[in-house]
């Protein structure tokens, strides 16, 4: 039987290029994270616009740093003028490639008792005129506790409230960037009397914050 000489260089063509994936792939590994430079989150500013830290930032158990697995992060209390108290929260990750990535709140709050209901989109406009962008809004309770939540996704340069395009993001941008960094940020209130007027609340903090986080989260 002759060899169809079309199927022997449709072979040879997918031979090669299986080699050069591969040689790719080899030559990613080796080049490795490209390094960036930034600021730990522990020196964000004490007092953003009409937000003021209240009290010292709080650090989590072992057992919870070695679940969350972030190279840094940032757990505090800001306080305005006119009473509104949130809990912020910054989880940063230098690198993705190694397994360890931020940890979206639909899987870490109901494990830790806290019900999510309500979902919907919000919308951020940055406190410095910079394009607004969505993020995430939830009512959560655990027990008599209830609360106000929104969180988005941020890093390279985007702000992102979808946790499937982060990742889809992530693989381009380790790829075209050799980065893969980036952060998962929340802001927590309590439920006051009126939720319109806590979504503004919390809104307003996440506005005063997004100009401050790229020295932080690297665009």
Known sequence: MGINLKDSWRFL??????ALGGGVIHLWERAGEASVSRHP?????????????????????????SVLRADDYISRIYIRNDGHVASFYVGYYAT?????????PLN??????????????????????????EANRYIVENGDDKQLLIYWYQGRGRKLASEYWGKIYTVIDSIRLRRSDGAMVRVM???????????????????????????????
């Open 41 to 65: 989150l522990r020196e964000m500013p004490s007092q953003i616009g009409s937000w003021r830290q209240a009290g010292a930032d709080q650090r989590f158990d072992e057992q919870t740093e």
């Open 189 to 219: 209130m309590p439920l006051g009397m009126s939720e319109e007027e806590t979504l503004h609340a919390a809104q307003d903090l996440a506005a005063q914050v997004a100009p401050v986080l790229p020295a932080f989260v690297p665009n």
């Open 13 to 18: 063509f997918m031979l090669a290029l299986l």
């Open 108 to 133: 870490c709050l109901p494990g830790s008792g806290w019900e999510m209901s309500d979902p919907a989109p919000v919308t951020i406009t940055p406190a410095d005129s910079s394009p607004s962008f």
């Open 96 to 104: 993705q490639r190694n397994g360890a990535t931020y940890h979206s």
